[in-house]
């Protein structure tokens, strides 16, 4: 599946941005998703995961409570939804998709990745 994300930009510490990704190719339904981010000099970590029928979900604690992700499988499209932004948010963020029900952690369990979309995160 090919997977095309947007959304990000420049915000003011306290704000918001949604982030989608779309998918063209194949339906998601078939697929669990993840967010993941990757910030200068830093390593990439997940940010949340949505399984298949979208009933699990995982966030990374540092996003628990400010950060949403959804699914609309009628678009074949992922959100993820960020409130109260920190500057510390500040990374080049991907979405990912896995051949598989559950969510996971692990990036080497992803199949297929989208090209990253830029959040700067001002303060």
């Known amino acids: 599946v090919q997977l095309q994300a947007s959304g990000g930009g420049l915000v003011q510490a306290g704000g918001s941005l949604r982030l989608s990704c779309v998918a063209s190719?194949?339906?998601?339904?078939?697929?669990?998703m993840g967010w993941f981010r990757q910030a200068p000099g830093k390593e990439r970590e997940i940010v949340a995961g949505?399984?298949?029928?979208?009933?699990?979900?995982f966030y990374a604690d540092s996003v628990r409570g400010r950060f949403t992700i959804s699914r609309d499988n009628t678009k074949n499209t992922v959100y993820l939804q960020m409130n109260n932004l920190k500057p510390e948010d500040t990374a080049v963020y991907c979405c990912?998709?896995?051949?598989?029900?559950?969510?996971?952690?692990?990036?080497?369990?992803?199949?297929?990745w989208g090209q990253g979309t830029l959040v700067t995160v001002s303060s």
């Open positions: 949505i399984g298949r029928l979208g009933i699990m979900l």
């Open positions: 190719g194949r339906t998601i339904s078939n697929y669990a």
């Open positions: 990912a998709a896995g051949r598989f029900s559950y969510v996971t952690t692990s990036a080497n369990a992803y199949d297929d």
